[in-house]
């Protein structure tokens, strides 16, 4: 059974950093591309960043320089290395093994203003 299991969110002022984690058990991890989403109080969930098998990125544009995603392989383990945080940042993180189409549960990062 694939588990997803997010964790590193918290409160944090505006400017401020978090590092977010998502350990993987139950697959291969190091097969499949790993994003990481978010979901705003009242808002869509939406995407935030993926990495590839090799370690290709990408970003969405609200979180480019900002945000850096990583993987690794021997730990199973995704992270979300989230600088100069903003209050517009606050939201539930979640991260998705993309081809299964499996999710955490979820992390809550809130910036204050």
């Known amino acids: 059974q694939v588990q997803l299991v997010e964790s590193g969110g918290g409160l944090v002022q505006a400017g401020g950093s978090l590092r977010l984690s998502c350990a993987a058990s139950?697959?291969?991890?190091?097969?499949?591309?790993m994003g990481w989403y978010r979901q705003a109080p009242g808002k869509q969930r939406e995407f935030v960043a993926q990495?590839?098998?090799?370690?290709?990125?990408k970003y969405t544009d609200s979180v480019k320089g900002r945000f850096t995603i990583s993987r690794d392989n021997a730990k199973n383990t995704v992270y979300l290395q989230m600088n100069s945080l903003k209050p517009e940042d606050t939201a539930i993180y979640y991260c998705?093994?993309?081809?299964?189409?499996?999710w955490g549960k979820g992390t809550l990062v809130t910036v204050s203003s």
């Open positions: 998705k093994m993309e081809q299964l189409d499996m």
């Open positions: 139950g697959t291969i991890f190091s097969a499949n591309v």
């Open positions: 990495i590839t098998i090799r370690g290709s990125t």
